[in-house]
């Protein structure tokens, strides 16, 4: 099957960039996601990127995608201590068809 | 706008005693509906999903069941709990159809099988 993998933590100090990684099997992704989930909730989508695009900006948030490499990653620039949560990376052809990593939970150090 | 509940939040039970999990899906019509348990360390495995009702797909055996009685509700059931149950149990929903490309969360319940 499909296998997305991460590191388990991350810790950074509130001001510096945190910069998470993921790697993936699956050649085929169309769409490769971020999502968020805060203590004891459920997962927010944050951003995602299409699989022709190498790079996607949104304000603090740039991801970035190496397909030959399989390597996707999501900068959070000025990282604050509301940004400490799980972050999870996904890719798949579709909703119906995702994969998920095991989440990078965050820790931000005031 | 479409919203996404689960209960209950939390939930403690012990070995051998059954289980139901209910979400319910507002807001849309025939959504794709999925079960996922986390688990610390292991991210999220996907349980079952279904593209309408009464149409499951399980994708790993185990010791639990899903049911969609409703189209916007999706239940998860067990007959008799094992602690490796345990775990953070999400239920999410997509549009219906195979062209969308997000799904989206309820709040999730902590399951502990004591």
């Known amino acids: 099957g499909e296998d997305v993998e991460q590191s388990l933590f991350l810790s950074v100090r509130e001001g510096d960039s945190s910069v998470i990684n993921c790697t993936y099997t699956d050649s085929s992704s169309t769409y490769l996601y971020w999502y968020k989930q805060e203590p004891g909730a459920g997962l927010q989508l944050l951003t995602y990127?299409?699989?022709?695009?190498d790079m996607k900006q949104d304000q603090r948030l740039t991801v970035l995608l190496n397909k030959k490499d399989k390597h996707l990653s999501l900068r959070i620039a000025d990282t604050q201590t509301g940004d400490s949560a799980i972050y999870f990376c996904a890719e798949g052809t579709g909703a119906n068809n995702l994969f998920f990593g095991t989440g990078t939970r965050l820790t931000v150090i005031p | 706008s479409q919203t996404i509940h689960q209960w209950p939040a939390t939930l403690v039970q012990p070995v051998g005693s059954p289980l139901s999990l209910e979400c319910t899906v507002e807001?849309?019509?025939?959504?794709?509906l999925y079960w996922y348990r986390q688990a610390a360390g292991r991210g999220l495995q996907l349980l079952f999903y279904s593209v309408g009702i009464g149409q499951i797909s399980s994708e790993v055996p185990q010791n639990l069941s899903a049911s969609r009685p409703q189209d916007r509700q999706f239940i998860l059931s067990s007959k008799k709990l094992l602690l490796s149950d345990s775990g953070f149990y999400l239920c999410?929903?997509?549009?219906?159809?195979?062209?969308?490309?997000?799904?989206?969360f309820g709040p999730g319940t902590r399951l502990t099988v004591t």
């Open positions: 990127i299409f699989s022709n695009m």
């Open positions: 807001g849309t019509s025939n959504p794709n």
């Open positions: 999410a929903w997509s549009v219906g159809g195979t062209s969308s490309y997000e799904q989206y």
